[in-house]
């Protein structure tokens, strides 16, 4: 589908059916919508950033449905520079559709909006300034929609090779050069990865991304948990809690999204994404409950719970990424590492994590502005007692001397293969229950919601 924001008023683009946007409307009330000839009528009650957001998605849905308009136009009325996004969210979003698994696929005839320039304030930049800020939105959505379709598909289609394979080809003709890493070198050089990877007959990789590498930008570091299916390993997930698990590589899927949008806004910063992808899965091959493994710079961890995996995981790949790369100016990592962050804050938003207090609250404050949550869970001093302490290793991979609080004894966990100089550019995001869905939820469908490419963008926007 395409959008185009048209130099022009409505009453000179051709379309096959007309948005008109209503503040108040005494016909429509329960109902949002009102379709009379070639037009459709939309009451939005109140401008907020996110009912727009959530208004078009149910248009767009409601006329897919109808799926009769080729092409469709509407006019900013109402809507602001600072709103725009919404408009173009709502578009994008309300369009995706997960298909990938169904037999018969319906084909949608939408395949134009045009967006006049007309409204009823001035807006407040020219023409193509907007139509910049629109495009830049167009990018984002669509990394969004690519980012859920991804999740959203089974552990089968999204081995570690195939994903690795599938990123290298989505990012051939960018400025990203795709650094891929297999078996072999994971063996000798993420020896801890290679543990919790050895299980499965699908071989682990590693993918490091580069984008503006050497040049004279600040330099931010993402590091992703990519697990494409989690058992739990020997300590085998109960059924119920297993189903999901196709999502355990939504942390990395996120930073590609993030990497691959930075690039094509090409935003004037250096942009690393390290993705460690694994299978955690059961075998005589497996790694198990009492091993003791080693990381890259041969720390050793006592394994108490094959299913604390991602852990693991992000150790090495913190390792890695402080060996490799020099300079770092923040360095985050993307991860649905517990349950627990459910259980503490709920499903619509992602946990965060990090001793610097004043950069998790710009976050924080950043990403309420695309209507991304982030709650902060603070560590606090008695945490770093003893609790990852084991009787024959230097850690243990689960905590042996607390209780509650998982989501933050997993950044403890991630905090011990921290160097000292990084442990204020550090923010650990705990995104378990925000990334997937199972109704839904404003202009989330079942599934991958495409959480934190909105808010990472933001974010890094700020920062350069
Ligand atoms: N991948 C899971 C976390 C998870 C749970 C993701 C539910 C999505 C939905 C992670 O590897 C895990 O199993 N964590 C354990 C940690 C525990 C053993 C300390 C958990 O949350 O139970
Ligand atoms: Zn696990
Ligand atoms: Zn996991």
Redesign the pocket.
């Known amino acids: 589908m395409k959008i185009t924001y048209a130099n022009k008023l409505l009453n000179e683009i051709e379309a096959n059916l007309e948005i008109v946007l209503l503040k108040r409307s005494k016909y429509l009330k329960t109902n949002n919508m009102f379709l009379k000839e070639k037009k459709l009528y939309v009451k939005i009650p109140n401008y907020k950033f996110y009912t727009i957001t959530e208004i078009i998605t149910n248009v767009i849905k409601y006329i897919n449905k109808i799926n009769k308009y080729q092409s469709i136009k509407i006019a900013l009325y109402g809507i602001t520079n600072k709103k725009i996004q919404a408009l173009i969210d709502g578009l994008l979003l309300g369009s995706y559709d997960f298909v990938r698994y169904k037999s018969k696929i319906k084909e949608i005839k939408l395949k134009e909006i045009f967006i006049a320039n007309e409204n009823y304030q001035e807006l407040q930049f020219s023409y193509e300034e907007i139509k910049l800020k629109i495009n830049n939105h167009i990018i984002i959505n669509k990394n969004i929609n690519l980012t859920r379709e991804i999740i959203n598909s089974v552990a089968d289609d999204t081995t570690p090779e195939k994903i690795s394979n599938w990123i290298k080809e989505e990012l051939e003709n960018t400025n990203i050069e795709c650094l891929i890493k297999d078996k072999n070198y994971i063996r000798t050089e993420l020896p801890a990865f290679y543990d919790i990877s050895k299980g499965s007959t699908n071989q682990p990789n590693l993918v490091h991304l580069k984008y503006n590498e050497h040049k004279e930008f600040k330099k931010i570091v993402l590091i992703g ?1 990519g ?1 494409t299916f ?1 058992t ?1 390993g020997i ?1 085998l ?1 109960p059924s119920e ?1 297993m189903y ?2 196709k ?2 590589k ?1 942390g990395a899927i996120t930073i590609f999204g993030i990497i691959k949008t930075i690039s094509e806004l090409q935003l004037p910063i250096e942009v690393h994404a390290i993705l460690g992808f694994s299978e ?1 899965m059961i075998s005589n091959n497996a790694y198990k409950p009492g091993d003791v493994i080693k990381t890259r710079n041969s720390k050793t961890i006592e394994i108490m ?1 094959t ?5 693991i995981l992000l150790a090495d790949l913190f390792e890695y990424a402080q060996d490799k790369i020099k300079d770092i100016d923040y360095i985050f990592d993307y991860a ?7 259980s503490a804050i709920g499903q619509y938003s992602a946990g965060i994590i990090g001793h610097n207090s004043k950069l998790k609250n710009k976050m924080i404050k950043i990403s309420r502005q695309v209507d991304e949550w982030y709650v902060d869970l603070p560590f606090n001093r008695f945490f770093f007692e003893d609790c990852y302490k084991s009787n024959i290793a230097d850690y243990v ?3 042996t001397s607390s209780i509650g609080g ?1 989501t933050i ?2 950044g403890v966990f991630i905090d011990n293969f921290l160097d000292k100089k990084y442990k204020n550019k550090w923010l650990h995001i705990d995104m ?2 925000v ?2 869905i199972k109704n839904r939820w404003k202009y989330h469908e079942y599934g991958a919601t495409g959480f934190g490419i909105k808010s990472g963008i933001k974010f890094i926007k700020f920062l350069i």
């Open positions: 948990k697990v989690d739990g300590s997930k809690y999901d698990m999502l355990d939504a955690n719970n299913d604390a995996e991602g852990r649905t590492l517990t349950g627990s962050v459910i991979n689960i905590p998982g004894l997993g378990t229950g990334a997937f």
